[in-house]
T-cell receptor, first 118, second 109 residues
Framework: GAVVSQHPSRVICKSGTSVKIECRSL??????MFWYRQFPKQSLMLMAT?????????EQGVEKDKFLINHASLTLSTLTVTSAHPEDSSFYIC??????????????FGNGTRLTVT | GQNIDQPTEMTATEGAIVQINCTYQ??????LFWYQQHAGEAPTFLSY??LDGLEEKGRFSSFLSRSKGYSYLLLKELQMKDSASYLC??????????WGAGTKLIIKP
């Protein structure tokens, strides 16, 4: 089945530093990738939709200058958390849709990145 | 607004059957998904319904009634490994996925 690779799986950083998370579709092309954040015991919250070759679309309340998204190719999207603060500590998950998707096509998720900002 | 409701938590016994309900109000409907998510892991796809009725996949079945805005996930012969959160998601008229908050299922021996 379709595989999405997300790296790193776990990262601890100091407040004020930046962290880059990579999301790759390994065996299919993904025009669109999604970045989610999930706090403990809460559901997935869509942060932004990443489109290959164009600017990402951010959900209301998500700071685009803080969460930089780059989707340079059909198989790679990156999320950079800039000037991270402890409140940014969360579980970040990417997902990708096959370019040949249909309404019935499920999202393929990466394994997530646990970010802890100290 | 768009809304998906699921129970927050359910408890069931190993070997038994459990039904997890999901009701939705969305702008348009292009199918409903069920995902399983173990703690600290990404969701994994379980089922997709777009037409009314029951879809069976081994121990898991999913039901949809579009007129009622209602779905359920039925898990049979429960195993300890089924302890997880179960997420209901609806694809709306813009093909966006709207997620429920998830139901945490606790299986007891």
């Amino acid at each position: 089945g379709a595989v999405v690779s997300q790296h790193p799986s776990r990262v601890i950083c100091k407040s004020g530093t930046s962290v880059k998370i990579e999301c790759r579709s390994l065996d299919f092309q993904a025009t669109t990738m999604f970045w989610y954040r999930q706090f403990p015991k809460q559901s997935l919250m869509l942060m932004a939709t990443s489109n290959e070759g164009s600017k990402a679309t951010y959900e209301q309340g998500v700071e685009k200058d803080k969460f930089l998204i780059n989707h340079a190719s059909l198989t790679l999207s990156t999320l950079t958390v800039t000037s991270a603060h402890p409140e940014d500590s969360s579980f970040y998950i990417c997902s990708a849709e096959d370019t040949e998707r249909q309404a019935s096509s499920p999202l393929h998720f990466g394994n997530g990145t646990r970010l802890t900002v100290t | 607004g768009q809304n998906i409701d699921q129970p927050t938590e359910m408890t069931a016994t190993e070997g038994a059957i459990v039904q997890i309900n999901c009701t939705y109000q969305t702008s348009g409907f292009n199918g409903l998904f069920w995902y399983q998510q173990h703690a600290g892991e990404a969701p994994t796809f379980l089922s997709y319904n777009v037409l009314d009725g029951l879809e069976e996949k081994g121990r898991f079945s999913s039901f949809l009634s579009r007129s009622k805005g209602y779905s359920y996930l039925l898990l049979k012969e429960l195993q300890m490994k089924d302890s997880a959160s179960y997420l209901c998601a609806v694809r709306d008229s813009n093909y966006q996925l709207i997620w429920g908050a998830g139901t945490k299922l606790i299986i007891k021996p």
